[in-house]
């Protein structure tokens, strides 16, 4: 009698300790996703050039490094249950973490913008390999590690796919509205502007 009690209070607690933990995980995914907003509030305003651009995606970015920081400790709350889980999601988010610095120095230009890339690309690449292996693995996985695979360590990949992404076409439209400026700033001082814009397709 004692024992089914004993197991019955164990039961208890573990249904509420998992409660707690599903309750904090949706609270700090939501705050996740409000930071990511924000991330994409300050990329509108450094593709507008609107003022304050600088500012909301520099404080939004810091942010959300801290938030990855913090979710590479909160994956090793699977640890017993799920160890793969708890390490693809602390490396994870790690590389994201510093991914996100690194798109900081990438999008405001700053020295050591290279060193960065650096570090950051190979770390970014191997958890990906990581996560095409575990989800080729194909083991049965209960709801929240579910959805802290999908929402919390698949979707910001994502996300950090598209900030780079979103950087490489802002820097292809600033290239090439440099090189029009050169070539009809030439144009005028050769003095064959229509010649010149035609070939060049200006």
């Not at 490094?65 to 979710?71: K, V």
């Not at 690449?125 to 990581?130: D, E, H, Q, V």
């Not at 693995?137 to 695979?149: A, I, M, N, V, Y």
């Not at 929402?151 to 802002?170: D, G, K, Q, S």
Request: proline share 2%; net charge positive; aromatic share 18%.
């Amino acid at each position: 009698m004692k024992q089914l009690v004993l197991s019955a209070d164990k039961q208890s607690l573990k249904s509420a300790i998992n409660l707690k933990l599903a309750l904090f995980l949706k609270a700090f995914t939501s705050a996740l996703f409000l930071t990511g907003m924000l991330v994409l509030v300050g990329l509108l305003l450094k593709f507008t050039h609107l003022p304050g651009e600088q500012v909301v995606f520099v404080v939004a970015m810091s942010f959300l490094t801290f938030l990855f920081l913090l979710q590479t400790g909160i994956s090793f709350v699977f640890v017993f249950a799920h160890a793969k889980l708890a390490f693809l999601g602390a490396f994870s988010s790690l590389s994201y973490a510093l991914s996100c610095i690194t798109l900081v120095f990438v999008y405001e230009n700053w020295w050591g913008t290279y060193l960065m890339v650096l570090l950051t690309g190979p770390l970014l690449f191997i958890s990906f390999l990581i996560l095409i292996a575990y989800f080729l693995s194909g083991e049965h996985r209960h709801t929240t590690h579910r959805k802290f695979l999908y929402i919390n360590i698949l979707l910001p990949y994502l996300f950090i796919f598209l900030l780079w992404l979103a950087f490489i076409i802002r820097h292809e439209v600033r290239e090439n509205r440099d090189r029009r400026v050169v070539w009809n700033f030439s144009a005028r001082i050769f003095g064959y502007p229509e010649k010149l814009t035609r070939y060049f397709n200006l």
